[in-house]
């Protein structure tokens, strides 16, 4: 074997290996696939009757974007997901996790105009409709290659058979299905209400959607005049343009200042348009600014439900890219700062403005465009929520819906208990068109179809909803059908994916995958589309199923850098997984995004720069040095056991290959004589080891999951157990150390896959592979807490007497005494504890008195004293240590000084902070150590 793990080659070779033999499907369906059950006994190791009966685990991916490559976040949740699959697959259960990637209708049509206008100069009206979309599927296909090929290179176990695309046949069936039901039961409508707008994009986008940014603005105070003369009253606004489409002034009704006015009516300037002054208390805050407030229903959240209260007109001044449109009279044509800087000038002029207040504020973006957010009046296809949501909120509070960590289960309800219609159009070219034809007069000669429903709106016209096929222009005589250009939310078609993924076309579980496999076992995703996704994906599943689209819902953590800070191009601090896959291989990169899976929801990942052996520059972090360490770990451990087993081919070798049976358990009985006491304790570990890991995995604590191995391997396995027995391999405590090593490449294989693997094929050439093999059960009667906790201790003295060596300089080689008082009685324990400590006198009792000089210190059993005369001189030590203190507390002021300077906090980057306040806790460290020190000298 080579001194270090290569995971190049190795890494190509086992996903090419999984993939020719069928690894990744479903037992079912390597079943069906057989020429006969016999075969497929034969090939499953299994039988028809044990497929057909085994409890199913099946997942669907979280379909990534396919506007560019993925990130480590999708790393994070891709490794938990197939953490999850492959245990399950090992516990038997007939496994199925479906791949895909999303069409991403406002994300990937934004990128591809973007690309179109920088190479180009073009914009997508200089295309036309289907040029765009035909480039849109070009992006789509490239794009979505190199999605799968990220996936395949982490190790994700999916059936890529089955992989779907949320514009695909199967998928776009669905969504056709689930809007013509909507539709036909009156829970789809179409309206003129108030939206977020994108004027880049020019189309609605979600709240969700939207991220704010607080910027400095102003206040503009100006008099609103009374219409017949008599005064004014204060107003004070953010947006001054905003003018031009008020329908009324709002005061407060216990207002004394504004009592006399309520009823009166104003005039707007500029367009001298008369509005009235009402009263309402619930807009108004008399205590805030003016105490009176503007009222333009048309382009704020806010005034459009004052707007609705009281019946106002609702005058919309915006064109659809932000520009002030005809209804802004002589500032029609004008767009953002500059149509508010006109406006302002004009308020002066005529002598209306009072004054202006700084203000900061906070702004609405598009999370795609990155352009402000005007509200703005439009008409939008609607999905009416009132008892969807309610639907949807039972089943989570029943039960039927479990989320892990709990506390966001609360993220789901507050957000369907405000119960908004879902506004499901889009003004885009990219996506799912509605399927919906505008006409002017009923077509009654549709009316006795089942495939096509129709019914009037409330601006007049007739829409006709069209199942199965697009409708043409003429397809009722005497009428024209106009197709809607609108297509639907990303978010229709990805809340169908649970079941668009298994074909489903309507009719309930009406296809082989979702009677085996739906309702799912698991989704993991993140928080930030709890509301955007979860939510509206059980809404669909129960709409169309009648039943939950998963049982458990598990909410990852988000990847943050060393500072805090999300990952991204423009900070430069993102990390791509491919590059550290290329560096330290995809095992070490699944165990350390496992190992950060913790109940805290953001996981903090110091990022720093590297340069490959390509000379390519990369963002890498300390931490993936944790994977690739424990990976050489493991793999010096196989190294060390490869001689004794030589294929088998002597005495010992037969009898080390012979312990490992084919369902990876520990075999009941391993000794044909009373064991030695650390073979009976690594036994025990590895039996406990077993229970706390399928425990972890079972509840979803993939960084407790990676600890206990972690542990197990690096702590008891190799520095512990094979130092102890490194000189004397004999059958008995060989095939324990066989068993060990050969159940931990199960325990290990969820999250380290091709480590595995290829271990195995090396240390035990005729087992099957790691990724069929039962996962193992624990030999609970193996299992000794007393072994363990004397262990421990054991251990712990060990480590006193390792870290004194390291504080004095004294060298392994030289023997030293060792005092231990204990109540315990450690006979059987002095063999190891001399041995692994290098000592050459051990005496322990109750009643031992501390010697003098020594370095000491307590353990789990008592106290250690270990004698320092005639290995150090007390006074050279003293003057020492006494040096090394000054030393460390003069640099401890300077840095404390440096860090009290506010000019030097204020201008330094955080990364240079950080660092000075590292080096002041190293100080402090010092500090305390060599007092302790200087404590045993006395």
Known sequence: MDTRYNHKDIESKWLSA?????DFKPASDKLAASDNAAAAIAADNTNADTVKNAERFSVVIPPPNVTGALHLGHALNNTIQDILVRYNRKLGHNT????????????TQAVVEKRLFQDEKKTRHDLGREELVKRIWKWKDEYEARITGQLKSLGASCDWDRQRFTLDEKCASAVRHTFFNLFKKGLIYRGKRLVNWDTHLRTAVADDEIYYETVKGHFWTFKYPLADGSGYIPVATTRPETILGDTAVAVHPEDDRYKKFIGKTLLVPFVNREIPVIADGILVDREFGTGSVKVTPAHDPNDYATGLRHKLPMINILNEDGSLGENAGEFAGLRGEKARAAVVEGLEKLGLLLKVEDHEMSVGKSDRSKTTIEPYLSDQWFVKMEDLATRAMLAVENGEVKFTPARYSKNYLNWLGEKRDWCISRQLWWGHQIPIWHTTAEPTALANRTDIHYFQA????????????????????GLTL?????????????????????????????TSDLQKFFPTSILSTARDIISLWVARMVIFSQENLGEVPFKNVYIHPTVLDGQGRRMSKSLGNGVDPLDIIEKYGADALRFVMASICTENQDARLPVKKETLENGKEI??????????????????????????????????????CAATPPAGTPRNAPFDSEPALEDSWILSRLNTTILSVTESIENYRFSEYTSILYHFVWDDLCSRYLEIKKGSISSESGTILTQALYTVLDLLHPVMPFLTEELNEILFPNSERVILRAFPKANTALINPQIEKQFEAVFSIVEVVRSVRGRYSILPAKKIDLHLKTELNVEDSRNIITDLAGIEKFEFSATLAKPNFCASAVVG????FIPLEGILDKAT???????????????LVSLEKKLSNENFVKNAPPSVIDGERQKIATQK??????????????
Do not use: Y
Request: aromatic share 10%; hydrophobic share 40%.
């Open 861 to 864: 059993i008592g106290e250690v």
């Open 96 to 107: 199925l996790w479906i791949p895909g990637t999303d069409h991403a209708g406002i994300a």
């Open 877 to 891: 030590e003293t003057a020492r240590l006494e040096k090394e203190i000054e030393k460390a507390k003069q640099f």
């Open 18 to 22: 999984w993939q020719a033999a069928k």
């Open 458 to 477: 409330e601006n007049g016209e007739w829409l006709v909803c069209s199942l199965e096929r697009d409708l043409s222009e003429n397809e009722v005589e």
């Open 925 to 938: 460290d010092i500090i305390e150590k060599n007092l302790q020190a200087l404590k045993e000298m006395e």
């Open 619 to 656: 963002n890498t972090s300390e931490k993936f040095e944790i994977g690739r360490n424990f990976g050489n770990k493991l793999w010096n451990a196989a190294r060390f056991l490869q001689p004794f087993l030589d294929g088998g081919s002597t005495p010992l070798a037969a009898t080390l």
């Open 482 to 510: 106009t197709r809607d250009p609108d297509v639907l939310d990303t978010w229709f078609s990805s809340a169908l994916w649970t079941h668009s993924t298994m074909g489903w076309h309507g009719a309930g579980k009406d």
